[in-house]
């Protein structure tokens, strides 16, 4: 059975194709315009082990802020779809990442309540420059909501953004990697409720 989706989602703001495969290998294609967020998709993609297409076109001439968490909706969205009903998955997952000095913790439910609990360092400065460090948690917001995640970032140790950033993203493709496999042991929704 195909675990994939193709999501698109045009807006006054963005416009954004998105295939994703869950049980991919890791290869990607991506192109937002945004060259440190192409760089984040792809190491998604590829600790995932998810097969990731991205092509968006935003309204970066004003700020990245549109295109990431566009593109973060997006691939809520195309989560959920490519899980269909969620029989046989595992449904939770955890990762931690060290990243040099870094090292950060995501915790996932693919209970389809929506909820981001983020803690990050106070005043981390933008990477490059002109990448925002708050985008981060706007990305991890939008896949939350439309993900239908229960989604826990934290930060626990980390000095330098871009080592911080990358472990985020990283942690954040293991534990869904996790979340979203199928146990042949689980028979049906993983839930007493019977939905998800």
Known sequence: MSREAIVERTTGETSIRLRLDLDGTG?????TGVPFFDHMLTLF??????????DAKGDIEVDFHHTVEDVGITLGQAITKALGDKAGIRRYGFWYVPMDEALVRAVIDLSGRPYLAYNPPKAVEAIGGNFSFQLVEEFLRAVSV??????HV???AGRDAHH???GVFKALARALDVATQID?????IPSTKGVL
Request: charged letters at 25%.
């Open 164 to 166: 911080m950033a990358e």
């Open 45 to 54: 993609a590829r600790h995932g082990l998810f097969d990731l297409d991205v």
């Open 154 to 156: 934290d930060i626990l």
């Open 27 to 31: 290869k990607s294609k991506v192109a």
């Open 146 to 151: 439309t993900g239908g995640m229960n989604l």
């Open 184 to 188: 042949p042991r689980v028979q049906g």
